[in-house]
């Protein structure tokens, strides 16, 4: 927690604020607490594996050495990059014609600049800020993904990965691209299962890009950016 030091100047006073202990009991805060702004004609849905990854972000940069403990990482960080997902997810749906609005790993770029803004780095040089936020990122979704994905069911998709298997995502690609590239991988249908509460194609892409994303992070496949946010995952 920190000081509110405009209380201490201007009336002598304090509050130490806290933390939310666990990551269930922030996401209840930024439920409540977030924008529910709607678009008419688009559903929103929000997977909980993408919301507990937004909020361990935040849990990291609590953690982590190269942000200013002293200037705190509050719950608003959570609750923006929240809204920001959901905006970035909304403003896609429009773009492709979908009726549902889903968040994926790939629209976490967008919460860089709502990050930056509520976090202080103790960091020197330019685009160190921005490195140290990536690492963050990376590990919120390999802890996540750890604890959310028994990896014996994905040993089908390495081998279609070994065979020779690519699988190309953007932010801005509709769901039914996603679910065409990993068609052939019958197993992976088991893994989505899992991880989703609807039969919906765009909240399948989601949970897709987050199991290619946490392989890539626990270095089962490699990961390379091919320019306009568009990555692509292979061996």
């Given at each position: 927690?920190?000081?509110?030091?405009?209380?201490?100047?201007?009336?002598?006073?304090?509050?130490?604020?806290?933390?939310?202990?666990?990551?269930?009991?922030?996401?209840?805060?930024?439920?409540?607490?977030?924008?529910?702004?709607?678009?008419?004609?688009?559903?929103?849905?929000?997977?909980?594996?993408?919301?507990?990854?937004?909020?361990?972000?935040?849990?990291?940069?609590?953690?982590?050495?190269?942000v200013s403990q002293r200037s705190g990482v509050s719950v608003r960080m959570t609750v923006a990059n929240t809204e920001v997902l959901i905006a970035n997810a909304s403003r896609r749906a429009l773009r492709t014609g979908e009726s549902v609005a889903v968040p994926r790993i790939s629209d976490l770029d967008a919460i860089f600049p709502s990050s930056m803004g509520k976090i202080e780095f103790e960091t020197f040089g330019e685009g160190r800020d921005d490195d140290a936020l990536e690492r963050m990122i990376g590990e919120a979704i390999k802890s996540v993904f750890l604890k959310t994905v028994d990896p014996t069911l994905l040993e089908p998709l390495l081998t279609a990965f070994e065979n020779g298997l690519t699988v190309t995502v953007s932010d801005s690609a509709d769901a039914y691209s996603y679910v065409h590239q990993v068609s052939a991988v019958d197993s992976l249908s088991e893994v989505i299962s899992g991880l989703v509460t609807t039969n919906s194609p765009q909240e399948s892409a989601s949970a897709i890009e987050f199991v290619l994303e946490g392989l890539h992070q626990v270095r089962k496949v490699s990961r390379r950016s091919r320019g306009g946010n568009v990555t692509r995952y292979s061996i």
């Open positions: 927690g920190r000081i509110i030091t405009p209380l201490k100047d201007r009336f002598g006073s304090q509050i130490r604020t806290h933390y939310p202990g666990t990551v269930d009991l922030e996401n209840r805060i930024v439920e409540q607490e977030r924008s529910h702004f709607t678009l008419p004609g688009i559903e929103v849905t929000m997977p909980a594996f993408m919301q507990e990854v937004v909020t361990e972000i935040s849990h990291h940069a609590r953690r982590s050495p190269v």
